[in-house]
């Protein structure tokens, strides 16, 4: 009888181990036929058409926050260089001179360079250095002679500090974007032709 009862309890044992396999066994065909479900429902399109939307709504986002924090900056363009050069050439032949014209950036790089007929070739050289006090200090270049004229002559070491009238900034919105400059006729029919070119881009 003890030997029937340790045989019993072997075989209660090894029939739950049995039962416990069996079970697992069954839910794991479950869990196989929910993912084949899963699998036959969402289609190959259905995800890729998912992840092209959420890649779309990214890069919406990322320009959006990019155009938000970019601010926006005008500069001189081609069309702008074409009509401030059309203003000064016109204000030029109505005061009867020829002049050299220069157009700089508002880092003084040079945009347009125009020699008038019978100038000094020197005026290439003055018109680009009233052209840079203009763009570089964002004041005229008459303001540079009056302060040398006034007794600061120190001013004269200042870097790209040149004391002739003749060249003034391009201001947009009270931001300077380049500048204008004219030399080969008196001083202030220089700066009237620069002022000319300038009239003609802000009234375009």
Request: glycine share 8%; aromatic share 4%; with cysteine.
């Amino acid at each position: 009888m003890k030997g029937d009862r340790i045989l019993k309890s072997h075989l209660g044992e090894r029939g739950n181990s049995r039962d416990k396999k069996t079970e697992n066994q069954g839910f794991a065909s479950t869990a196989r036929g929910l993912a084949s479900s899963a699998w036959t429902t969402a289609s190959p399109i259905d995800t890729i058409a998912r992840m092209f939307k959420s890649l779309l709504a990214a890069l919406c986002l990322i320009g959006t926050l990019l155009a938000a924090d970019l601010p926006s900056k005008k500069y001189l363009n081609l069309a702008a260089i074409k009509t401030m050069v059309a203003g000064a050439e016109a204000e030029a032949k109505r005061q009867n001179v020829s002049v050299t014209i220069v157009i700089v950036d508002e880092n003084a790089t040079l945009l347009f360079l125009e020699k008038g007929d019978g100038v000094s070739i020197n005026t290439e050289e003055w018109a680009q250095k009233k052209a840079r006090h203009a763009a570089l200090y964002g004041s005229p270049s008459k303001e540079a002679a009056d302060q040398v004229k006034s007794g600061n002559t120190a001013a004269l070491s200042y870097p790209n500090f040149f004391p002739g009238q003749g060249g003034l900034p391009i201001k947009i919105d009270g931001q300077t974007i380049g500048a204008i400059a004219a030399s080969g006729a008196k001083s202030e029919v220089d700066e009237a032709i620069a002022q000319a070119g300038i009239d003609a881009l802000l009234k375009k």
